[in-house]
């Protein structure tokens, strides 16, 4: 008989991200799965205490701008749904996509496995409406509103989106953010774009792509807002284990 009993970590669920839709924000979502932790207010924390992720890290999922906004390149649906069975081959027990606009696809990535799929979507949309949120300002890839990804979820909560009149600014900025471009040489231009928001009657800053929410901390100070990628993390924080933290 050994002198130390062996202790099993606490079970923990994988979940498996299609990543890569940018390489920075499924970054950005790893690192906030790992804050959750970190802050739960436990005396210890171990590595086994850490939710387990399985990433696929694909930056060569087609351009969903390309395809949604400007009408031309290669579908992103097949090779989404491609990436959701390799990451069930690989051990994942639940999905998830650090994407807003990918989210389009949605139906693919749940059609293509029995896994669950853990959507940022419906968990933002109920995080807006149990806060009382009525007019969210949309910063948002112009995509996300050409093809309705939040109008469903919106709509069954009351929720209002408030759209840029000019969506030039938040594209440019995106596609900034894309490029490497250095994060504080944009952080004026995310609180233009805020205030914008606010100015044209929004009640609350809803960030809705995962490349501006590497740029939250230039928000104007004032104003209240939500990511919906800390409501995906708080998604998979509560399948993994008992969750830490929520949205």
């Given at each position: 008989m050994p002198l130390i009993s062996k202790v099993e970590p606490a079970f923990m669920r994988p979940v498996g991200i299609l990543g890569g839709m940018g390489p920075e924000a499924t970054l950005l979502l790893m690192q906030k799965c790992i804050a959750l932790v970190t802050a739960s207010g436990r005396d210890t924390v171990d590595d086994a205490d850490h939710i387990p992720l399985i990433v696929h890290q694909n930056p060569?999922?087609?351009?969903?701008?390309?395809?949604?906004?400007?009408?031309?390149?290669?579908?992103?649906?097949?090779?989404?749904?491609?990436?959701?069975?390799?990451?069930?081959?690989?051990?994942?027990?639940?999905?998830?996509?650090?994407?807003?606009?990918?989210h389009h696809y949605a139906d693919v990535v749940r059609a293509a496995t029995d896994l669950p799929f853990l959507d940022m979507i419906t968990a933002t949309a109920d995080h807006l409406a149990a806060t009382g949120v009525k007019r969210p300002g949309m910063l948002a890839s112009p995509a996300v509103r050409l093809v309705s990804v939040f109008d469903?979820?919106?709509?069954?909560?009351?929720?209002?989106?408030?759209?840029?009149?000019?969506?030039v600014p938040?594209?440019?900025?995106?596609?900034?953010?894309?490029?490497?471009?250095?994060?504080?040489?944009?952080?004026?231009?995310?609180?233009?774009?805020g205030q914008a928001a606010l100015d044209q009657g929004a009640d609350h800053l809803l960030v809705a792509c995962t490349e501006l929410s590497l740029l939250t901390d230039s928000l104007p100070a004032t104003a209240l807002w939500t990511d919906s990628l800390d409501c995906l993390t708080a998604q998979i924080a509560a399948f993994a284990g008992p969750p830490v933290s929520s949205c």
């Open positions: 060569q999922v087609p351009s969903r701008i390309a395809r949604l906004i400007d009408g031309h390149g290669p579908d992103p649906a097949p090779v989404l749904a491609q990436m959701a069975r390799d990451l069930a081959h690989a051990g994942a027990q639940a999905l998830a996509m650090p994407c807003n606009t990918a469903a979820a919106f709509e069954a909560r009351g929720l209002t989106p408030i759209w840029f009149a000019d969506e938040v594209l440019a900025l995106i596609r900034a953010v894309k490029a490497g471009k250095p994060l504080t040489e944009l952080c004026p231009q995310m609180m233009a774009l």
